[in-house]
């Protein structure tokens, strides 16, 4: 039996197998050396050989192993064998008919690389680590816990769009209250599997305790008269965390996995406007622009300007990436 991964592990491969029948790319000896000063164990099956033949004579765990491969075939196999992959598309050669390809064994591909392994065993993905907390996909497992955070809250702590603060500014429950798992498990499927992006669990390190959750949504740009999305950012943590630094923490991480990860030029988030806290922690964030809600009209304003006597209405920040 596979022993459980605890949220101090990263969900990764602890065995990279490599089978290449189109030659080595000049940049793979770096790749390798990579790989293997993180501790995976990078192993090279010879062009001409199956995995089949291979696997008879050197027996890996399937469920810590990824394969990377320019043959169809070969991950076929490596499929029905319950081993993750991720093909490696030649310039000029067929198209690989596989979720996860790559053209270059770049620095960065190690993070493509275990979002591939983890998306085949169904296993959250870390998007970030920070000194004091790991932000994760969330998973069924989080469901009793991030429920009592949005129960225990009353007020927002920085909700991002209408899933978050209502009229009042009261937190609502973010998966309905009827059959949350199967809400969650579109969840997954759409905004990490298709968008790369979407709300995480905020996991303290010290103690693997679930603290909050943090991320994104997208909805229809506040700015322009066109129906395109862009992300909301927003945040919720237990009360007990909170005035640590954590959601700091916590929405510096989400933006720069943003940022690094995306296309988007530009990210948002919803505050209510005499939420000083959330308004405090947006300047840090670098949140400049507002958008005073109105009588449903945005009217674009200065972030240091003086809001209207009594609004007590819903701001709509912007910050450039």
């Given at each position: 039996?596979?022993?459980p991964?605890?949220?101090t ?12 029948r ?11 050396r990579?790989?293997t000063?993180q ?14 033949g291979?696997?008879s004579?050197?027996p890996?765990s399937?469920n ?14 490596a499929?029905?064998?319950?081993i ?23 620095e ?5 690389l ?24 969330t998973?069924?497992?989080d ?9 225990e ?29 199967t ?15 979407g ?6 390190r ?5 603290i ?5 949504d ?16 927003g945040?919720?943590l ?11 923490e916590?929405?510096?991480a ?21 939420n000083?806290?959330?308004l ?13 809600l ?9 972030f ?18």
């Amino acid at each position: 039996m596979t022993p459980p991964i605890t949220d101090t592990t990263l969900h990764t491969y602890h065995t990279l197998l490599i089978h290449l029948r189109g030659g080595f790319p000049d940049a793979l000896s770096a790749f390798a050396r990579q790989q293997t000063s993180q501790g995976i164990a990078v192993r090279f099956i010879e062009p001409a050989e199956t995995m089949a033949g291979y696997l008879s004579r050197h027996p890996v765990s399937p469920n810590h192993c990824l394969l990377l491969s320019d043959a169809e075939e070969t991950m076929a196999a490596a499929r029905n064998l319950s081993i993750a992959a991720a093909g490696f598309q030649r310039a000029g050669a067929p198209y690989l008919p596989v979720p996860y390809l790559f053209q270059d064994f770049s620095e960065d591909l190690g993070d493509y690389l275990r979002m591939a392994y983890c998306r085949f065993h169904g296993l959250p993905f870390t998007v970030a680590c920070t000194p004091r907390l790991i932000l994760r996909e969330t998973c069924e497992a989080d469901l009793p816990q991030l429920f009592e955070i949005y129960k225990e809250t009353e007020t927002s702590a920085g909700g991002s769009t209408d899933k978050y603060t209502g009229t009042a500014g009261t937190t609502h429950w973010f998966f309905p209250a009827e059959d949350p798992e199967t809400f969650l498990n579109a969840y997954i499927r759409t905004m990490y599997g298709f968008y790369q992006l979407g709300m995480y669990t905020v996991v303290r390190r010290s103690d693997n305790a679930v603290i909050g959750h943090c991320g994104f949504d997208l909805k229809t740009s506040p700015l322009s008269s066109s129906f395109e999305e862009v992300p909301f950012l927003g945040y919720i943590l237990t009360r007990a965390c909170r005035g640590q630094g954590y959601g700091l923490e916590a929405c510096r991480a989400c933006l720069d996995y943003l940022s690094d990860h995306t296309d988007f030029q530009e990210v948002f988030c919803a505050v209510a406007a005499d939420n000083s806290d959330s308004l405090k922690l947006a300047r840090r964030l670098g949140f400049h622009s507002l958008v005073i809600l109105t009588d449903h009209r945005p009217h674009a304003a200065g972030f240091q300007s003086q809001l209207p006597a009594g609004h007590t209405g819903q701001l709509i920040l912007r910050n450039h990436l």
